[in-house]
């Protein structure tokens, strides 16, 4: 049940780009996106709706396809700001009484001068 | 300003003992969750709770217990009967629409000796 990421890490130097994605075995309504760096609180960077609704920051862009229970995160134009644990949460459900997520083990992404 | 707090940052205690984080929000969110954190692991639900006096056990609830008493808190007890307690632990809370992003607090890194 709980959303597999991939890659388990990544290392670019400043200016490369990045995707990281995220797979589900169960049909999906929503899909968010958050960045932790160590010792600090998740924050949050995107979120995706079934039926194509998102809300993120601008610098921040992702896809989710539906029928295929994926999202995937682009990283464009890395900086070292950019560098943390990239974690999805899966939202299975429109239910107003279950806004639980369930979340994968992360992506860890460096990114070097 | 509006936001998530948890106290103590840091907090030892000596096997067998109870201990109880806290985590107040003023950000007038229904929901509120609580979250284990252990390295390797993403995140992991230990209860949360949509509505004042009502809350639901998550995927690792035994040896933990919480009260929703107020909309603003959500406090989290770690019992003795919690085989493995040292973990970071991080509250977080949301509207209840499909749209709201959860905002997570700064964590509590408990460690039992």
């Known amino acids: 049940q709980q959303p597999v990421q991939s890659p388990q890490a990544v290392i670019l130097r400043e200016g490369e780009d990045a995707v990281i994605n995220c797979s589900s075995s169960k049909a999906l309504y929503s899909v968010h996106w958050y960045r932790q760096k160590h010792g600090e609180a998740p924050v949050f960077l995107m979120i995706l709706l079934k039926g194509g609704e998102q809300k993120g920051h601008d610098k921040i862009s992702a896809s989710f396809n539906e029928k295929k229970q994926q999202s995937s995160l682009y990283l464009t134009a890395s900086q070292l700001s950019y560098s943390g644990t990239y974690f999805c949460g899966t939202g299975l459900t429109n239910a107003g009484n279950n806004r639980k997520l369930i979340w994968g083990l992360g992506t860890s992404l460096a990114v070097n001068p | 300003d509006g936001g998530i707090t948890q106290s103590p940052k840091y907090l030892f205690r000596k096997e067998g003992q109870n201990v109880t984080l806290s985590c107040e929000q003023n950000?007038?969110?229904?929901?509120m969750y609580w979250y284990r954190q252990d390295p390797g692991q993403g995140l992991r639900l230990i209860y949360y709770?949509?509505?004042?006096?009502?809350?639901q056990k998550g995927d690792i609830a035994e040896g933990y217990s919480v009260s929703r008493e107020k909309k603003e808190s959500f406090p989290l007890t770690v019992t003795s009967a919690q085989k493995n307690p040292t973990a970071f632990y991080l509250c977080?809370?949301?509207?209840?629409?499909?749209?709201?992003?959860?905002?997570f607090g700064p964590g509590t890194r408990l460690t039992v000796l």
């Open positions: 709770s949509q509505i004042v006096n009502d809350f």
């Open positions: 977080a809370s949301s509207g209840i629409s499909a749209y709201n992003e959860q905002f």
């Open positions: 950000l007038n969110h229904d929901a």
